[in-house]
Nanobody, 126 residues
Framework: QFHVVESGGGLVQAGGSLRLSCAAS????????MGWFRQAPGKEREFVAG????????DIPDSMKARFTISRDSADETVYLQMRNLKPEDTAVYYC???????????????????WGQGTQVTVSS
């Protein structure tokens, strides 16, 4: 059975860093765009970062670009979200999205309808 599995969340102080990981279980993610969304309590799911099928192109909102980096390792088919200088407002459940159509760019519009996992909680204390 197919699953998207996120890991790496936790509790961190403001100014700290975390690296989230995501891998697909039960099917390959090779050739598919992947990305991250987050959802805080009472808020809509928000796009954080996307990476295209080959890893050559990333898409990160301007408000996060200075602190967040997305990358993928084709060897182990894992996508990473490196988060630096974390702020309390970054507190949310972070979801990894895997595109269902191969060869795409990894934009928010493409990824929002993809498959996602249970999420990993990131809590940033002030």
């Amino acid at each position: 059975q197919f699953h998207v599995v996120e890991s790496g969340g936790g509790l961190v102080q403001a100014g700290g860093s975390l690296r989230l990981s995501c891998a697909a279980s039960g099917r390959t993610s090779s050739g598919y765009a992947m990305g991250w969304f987050r959802q805080a309590p009472g808020k809509e799911r928000e796009f954080v970062a996307g990476i295209n099928w080959s890893g050559s192109r990333t898409d990160i909102p301007d408000s996060m670009k200075a602190r967040f980096t997305i990358s993928r390792d084709s060897a182990d088919e894992t996508v990473y979200l490196q988060m630096r200088n974390l702020k309390p407002e970054d507190t949310a459940v972070y979801y990894c999205h895997l595109d269902t159509v191969p060869g795409r760019s990894g934009t928010a519009l493409e990824l929002i309808s993809g498959s996602w996992g249970q999420g990993t909680q990131v809590t940033v204390s002030s």
